[in-house]
């Protein structure tokens, strides 16, 4: 492992892959980030409301992103065998399921948007915040799942600049029509909603221009029925991946809830401390990406040895990012906060969550690489099974924290137990069943 920290012959395929990958990473949660930051201004109750939608929104996304995760491995192992129309077929069907699940889900948010809400037990200024925001964002739950294929199918063609551009394009949208719509046109909460929804059918349509026109040819798109063995392929693995990302969202959501019976100015913090979380998380998952996309390749092709090589390769640079965000947080630590809010109490609350989100940035460069070689690799049952064991310990300790008045620091414990869990599982599939065997080859095949 210690020849992983050297330069390989790896390197230029990882940063061809990866840096793109960083780009539209970076980008992606940027309109929460620029969101966050723009309603910010408008006080803590208004910043609270959008951390309670956002947290449904999460869940959303969570139960969805199996779209872009399957078809990744998909994509690429038939990339790496050699059969471009087998990859154009799993690219067609993710984007019809992803355009009628974002129909029902845009449906059953508008409908039930409000009773989730009341769930966390807010006060009425901020629950009817949350429900205008919620309920704007529903319209473009359809664009999101289709960008999430966008990025996966393109990811698992070796492609990962053009999810970056359209991702650049859409996040330029949002920045434009925040202050407009938000102070411009007084809309408050309801414009950076709008904002963020014409942002993201922006770069829906664009992806759709992309797979059904421009590049058709090339990514070997062709109209018709999808094969019932592509849509098996893709919602075996789906079925897994929804079990592995509810598992980590239900976490998640439950630490928000618990946050929000803290306090207006603790589920505030908690708003600004997450979105940094997932920010940095996804810059560390460029790593995962090439993981991903190049794990999934060799496999596809029987290069099993050049997996895990490029696998080690890529959990060093892991870690070495991790420290890297730790030492970065650090030194503007004393300015973040400031950032995103001017409310004393919410500033008070960040700053005592501030070191843990510091501490887990190397744990968080090792979870997202393992994560995306075992994605790679097409271990889909084995992430379920983790990730609901790593949920489960998490929100134990999210039970705990309220009756023992842990407040803020307790819920961000929490979180550090679920990413501990999901470290310790992957570290086991890893050593058993890559490292020291080499990876096994049947992985390629036990999602068809």
Do not use: C
């Amino acid at each position: 492992m210690i020849e992983a920290f050297r330069r390989t012959p790896y390197d230029r395929e990882i940063l061809r892959i990866g840096l793109p990958a960083l780009g539209a990473l970076a980008a992606d949660p940027l309109v929460s980030l620029i969101d966050t930051a723009f309603v910010g201004r408008l006080g803590a109750t208004a910043l609270a409301s959008v951390a309670i939608a956002s947290a449904i929104f999460l869940a959303v996304f969570a139960i969805f992103n199996f779209l872009g995760y399957a078809v990744t491995p998909l994509v690429a192992q038939s990339i790496g065998a050699g059969d471009r129309g087998e990859a154009g077929r799993f690219t067609v069907a993710a984007l019809g399921i992803s355009a009628a699940a974002g129909v029902i889900a845009a449906f059953a948010l508008i409908v039930l948007g409000e009773p989730l809400l009341r769930a966390f037990g807010v006060d009425s200024g901020v629950l009817e915040g949350a429900t205008i925001y919620l309920r704007i964002r529903a319209l473009g739950v359809p664009a999101l799942l289709v960008i999430l294929v966008g990025h996966g199918a393109f990811r698992g063609y070796q492609d990962t600049r053009t999810p970056l551009v359209v991702t650049l394009g859409l996040n330029i949208v949002n920045l434009v029509l925040d202050p407009i719509l938000i102070f411009g046109l007084g809309w408050g909460i309801a414009g950076a909603a709008w904002a963020t929804v014409t942002a993201q059918w922006f770069g829906a349509i664009w992806f759709v221009v992309l797979f059904l026109w421009t590049r058709r040819t090339e990514l070997g798109i062709k109209f018709g029925r999808p094969q019932r063995r592509t849509l098996g392929s893709l919602l075996g693995a789906g079925k897994s991946m929804v079990l592995r990302n509810a598992s980590l969202l239900a976490a998640l959501t439950a630490a928000t809830m618990v946050a929000a019976h803290v306090g207006t100015a603790a589920v505030a913090a908690h708003q600004i401390a997450i979105q940094l979380w997932i920010f940095l998380a996804l810059v560390i998952d460029a790593l995962a990406i090439a993981g991903q996309a190049i794990v999934g390749k060799e496999l596809g092709a029987g290069n099993a040895s050049v997996a895990k090589q490029v696998s080690n390769r890529l959990l060093a640079l892991g870690l070495l990012f991790g420290i890297l965000l730790a030492v970065a947080l650090g030194v503007i630590s004393p300015w973040l906060a400031s950032w995103f809010t001017t409310d004393e109490a919410v500033v008070l609350a960040f700053a005592s969550i501030l070191p843990i989100l510091i501490v887990m940035q190397p744990i968080n460069g090792l979870v997202f690489v393992w994560d995306g070689v075992a994605i790679g690799g097409a271990a889909f049952g084995f992430l379920a099974g983790s990730t609901l064991v790593a949920g489960v310990a998490s929100i134990g300790l999210l039970l705990v924290v309220l009756p023992l008045g842990w407040g803020l620091v307790g819920v961000w414990a929490a979180i550090v137990v679920l990413m501990l869990v999901r470290a310790t599982t992957l570290w086991w599939w890893y050593v058993n069943r890559f490292a020291r065997n080499g990876p096994d080859p049947s992985l390629s095949s036990r999602a068809a």
